[in-house]
């Protein structure tokens, strides 16, 4: 990768205004992907090469028109269409569909891709990212979780970098820093422990839709927000880190600190514990994925010690937030059952988010997925994306 850095700083030499970053960015109108914008303005030395998003025109064209990049895919062809007539002012080509979401994985000028878009559709395009040779800052934790054992060894054979943009695996990634990452004892993955913390069970039955959505420290997209309050985010993040850290399941241990000042920890062989500290903002690890190693600054607030006086911690409970115990439980048995995980919760928040099932209704469909899931060792994505479709059909008929 020190190459590539090279080329990036050749291209930047001489006082040629070139930028020195080329970066394109799947799922760009959501909350990580506006951020990612937010922190390419504010340091002004990134050109953006390709935009992806599901539906939101509006707000895709505005940042077609600020950022300018060559191309821009939207999910929905016939939005495409539209936004095709709306930006015929400006050299962009407008694509749409998976197609067009691969070419913008691919596109030619992009050293690095943003994987933000939510869900396991992110799959695909990660993976032509990989094969085009672009570094992955990988927001998108549903592709790794359920196509780890495919993506981190295609990382290693292509030799580009992952580069966690999820706040704890970015915390981890810092701890890491020099350190040999074989003599990791334990990873320290930190939850808030979402707005449900000391409830119980039966107190989680009458959840609606808007109690849910209400996250204590982060702001962020509806899906992730609806699986931090049933921990599920957390499961999906244990999984996560085991991919991107080369650990066991039962080496990541999970511990509540309700203020989320902690992002994670890294305890060591010899028993020393690295923390990464700093204030709930996206944009810290998003800014380090962009320019590792590099720390360039970032404006906003700082953790204040005298004000904050105490950290607290807690163990999670695995009773209530069963979702926690059922994703430990898939990454440790592998193969697909991470899948089944996954596409059994992205299905059953969905269904929730439109007030067709209740709140428990999200764990119970998971564990009805995983019961009746016959696991295929190391799927292949044909597989993975069979898995996921089998999983959609049992929970509803393939809604
Ligand atoms: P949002 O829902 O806010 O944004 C999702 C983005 O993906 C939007 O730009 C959306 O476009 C786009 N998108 C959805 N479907 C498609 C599609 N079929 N093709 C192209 N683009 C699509 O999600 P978040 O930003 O919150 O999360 C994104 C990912 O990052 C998730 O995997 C999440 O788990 C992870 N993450 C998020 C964090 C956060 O703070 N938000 C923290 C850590 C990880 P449109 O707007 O048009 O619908
Ligand atoms: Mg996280």
Known sequence: MREQSAAHEAEAGGGCPVPRRKISILGSTGSIGTQTLEVVRNNGDIQVTALAAGSNTELLEKQIREFKPSLACVWDEEKAGQLKLSVADLPVRVVSGMEGLLEAARE??????VTAVVGMIGIRPTIAAME???????????????????IMPLAKERGVRIL?????????????????????????????????RGRRLEE????????????????????????SSTMVNKGLEVMEARWLFGVEIDQIQVVIQPKSVIHSMVEFEDGAVMAQLGTPDMKLPIQYALYYPERRFLPGERLDFWTLGQIVFEKPDFDTFRGLRLACE???????????????????????????????????????????????ENPTVDQILEAER???ELLGGGR
């Open 108 to 113: 030619k000028e992009a050293h690095m891709v």
């Open 132 to 150: 085009a040779g672009k570094d992955i800052a990988l927001a998108n934790k549903e592709t790794l979780v359920t196509a780890g054992h495919i």
């Open 164 to 196: 966690p943009v999820d706040s704890e695996h970015s915390a981890i990634f810092q701890c890491l820093n020099g350190e040999d990452g074989r003599r990791i004892h334990k990873l320290l993955l930190t939850a808030s422990g979402g707005p449900f």
């Open 204 to 227: 989680l039955e009458g959840v609606q839709v808007e109690d849910a959505l209400k996250h204590p420290n982060w702001s962020m997209g509806r899906k992730i927000t609806i699986d």
């Open 330 to 376: 898939a990454g440790r048995r592998g193969g697909s059952l991470p899948v089944v995980f996954n596409a059994a919760n992205e299905y059953a928040v969905n269904e929730f988010l439109n007030r067709r099932i209740p709140y428990l209704g999200i764990v119970e469909m998971i564990e009805k997925a995983m019961g009746s899931h016959q696991v295929v």
């Open 390 to 392: 089998e999983t959609r």
